[in-house]
């Protein structure tokens, strides 16, 4: 009985073995999805090590990118002076910046297979200069192209709830403090006012 189980596992392990296989046949973009898969973690390791030309290599010279905070850079040149300009300079927004990507679905391919349309998530870490640091959670979309033969980043689109996000949820905290503490400052005032009232009387 044992030797005819050892059996049956054994085919039930070539017949998966053999599905995964066809099913990775298949995909005639098989490949370039892994390709694309390394150029995503480059571009997430590059953000984390705070390099802006280990970024910018696996983008093309004419690459857009739309900023979490609406602004638009076009090309190396710009894409870099953004970067230096909040992370780098003397007047910097930021001391660091770190995320966490996620891949929300397959790439889609367009073009004969030579350009490819990505999307997902990110949990995004900032360190401001001027005050503590916070988390947000935003959304990319990336659009690829294949370009001698090898696949750069020709636009990137990053965006974030603008209705409930943690900057809302601490600035409406920040409100109901100033308002709490305003209205105690009232009860204070008041009762300070009442109690000289009744001294001169």
């Known amino acids: 009985m044992r ?4 059996l049956l596992s054994l085919l039930v392990l ?3 073995s053999a599905s995964v296989v066809r099913a990775a046949d298949t995909d005639p973009h098989g490949a370039d999805r892994q390709a694309l898969l390394a150029l995503f973690r480059e571009m ?3 953000i984390n090590a705070q390099d802006v030309e280990r970024m910018i290599a696996q983008m093309d010279r004419a690459a857009t990118v739309t900023w979490l905070n609406g602004e638009v850079s ?5 894409i870099r002076a953004y970067y230096h300009r909040m992370v780098r ?8 910046y770190l995320t966490k990507a996620k891949v929300g679905a397959p790439a ?12 997902g998530t990110m949990v995004d870490e900032f360190f401001p200069v001027a005050r503590g640091p916070f988390s947000l959670n935003s959304n990319w979309t990336s659009t690829s192209a ?20 943690s900057l809302l949820k601490e600035a409406r ?19 300070l006012v009442g109690r000289l009232g009744r001294k001169r009387g």
């Not at 076009?74 to 710009?78: S, T, V």
């Not at 300079?89 to 660091?96: A, F, H, S, T, V």
């Not at 294949?146 to 996000?165: M, P, Q, Y």
């Open 3 to 6: 030797p005819l189980l050892n």
């Open 14 to 16: 070539l017949v998966s």
């Open 44 to 46: 997430e390791a590059s």
């Open 74 to 78: 076009r090309g190396h040149d710009e």
């Open 89 to 96: 300079g003397e007047q910097r927004i930021l001391d660091r």
């Open 108 to 119: 889609r391919f367009f073009g004969g297979g030579e350009v490819a349309v990505a999307d």
């Open 146 to 165: 294949k370009i001698d033969g090898e696949w750069k980043v020709v636009a990137l689109h990053l965006s974030s709830n603008v209705f409930t996000n």
């Open 173 to 191: 905290a920040a409100l109901w403090y100033a308002a709490i503490g305003a209205g105690l400052g009232g009860v204070v005032v008041g009762w």
